[in-house]
């Protein structure tokens, strides 16, 4: 089973939507999908010592700018394990350019995790750790010597990552057919 093109994204679609977690909050380990093989492979362990701040995977059925299926940050209450199916619903978007490339992260909460009920929309998530996340992105690979550093350009609402995920859905029909 392709965990990128098997999995169906949902039936609430863009309200709610499936992820599948590839990166658990805690984890020093980059975990991505093999495009070969639809599993989740070690990519790479961190350069610096910082764990990843947040969960973090992907939108099955969906494609971006950078010819990967939409990333998407999960705020949880625990840690995920990789591999793990989790029905989220948009709150915000992290506009990012990575090597030249968009590389937006649409961020989420879980939908059966009543902790977040109140998260809604971007002013709803603690600014401090808005600030944490951007900081995780701009210097979690200084390290490496990367020529085309990863630039976090801001946080835009809800109703732009909605745009987002339709859009993602529209370029992944125009690329495979499904």
């Known amino acids: 089973m392709n965990l990128w093109h098997d999995i169906s994204l949902g039936k609430n679609v863009p309200d709610e939507f499936n992820t599948i977690i590839e ?13 070969e093989t639809g599993l989740i492979a070690l990519d790479r362990t961190n350069y610096s010592f910082a764990p990843y701040p947040f969960d973090y995977g992907f939108a099955p059925q969906t494609l971006w700018d950078d010819d990967d299926a939409l990333d998407v940050i999960v705020l949880t ?13 948009p709150v915000a978007i992290m506009e990012m350019t990575d090597s030249g490339e968009s590389d937006n992260k ?3 909460v879980p939908v059966e995790d ?6 809604q929309k971007l002013d709803d ?27 976090a350009r801001g946080y835009k ?12 859905i529209k370029l992944y029909k125009e690329k495979f057919g499904k």
């Open 23 to 35: 990166i658990p909050k805690g984890s020093y380990n980059k975990y991505e999908i093999d495009k």
């Open 77 to 89: 209450t625990f840690p995920l394990n990789s591999g793990v199916l989790v029905r989220v619903r």
């Open 106 to 108: 649409i961020i989420t």
């Open 114 to 119: 009543r902790r977040w009920d109140d998260v």
């Open 125 to 151: 998530i603690n600014k401090h750790t808005l600030k944490e996340f951007k900081h995780f992105f701009e210097t979690y690979k200084q390290l490496k010597g990367s020529e085309s550093p990863v630039i």
């Open 157 to 168: 609402d809800k109703n732009i990552a909605i745009e987002a995920i339709s859009r993602s």
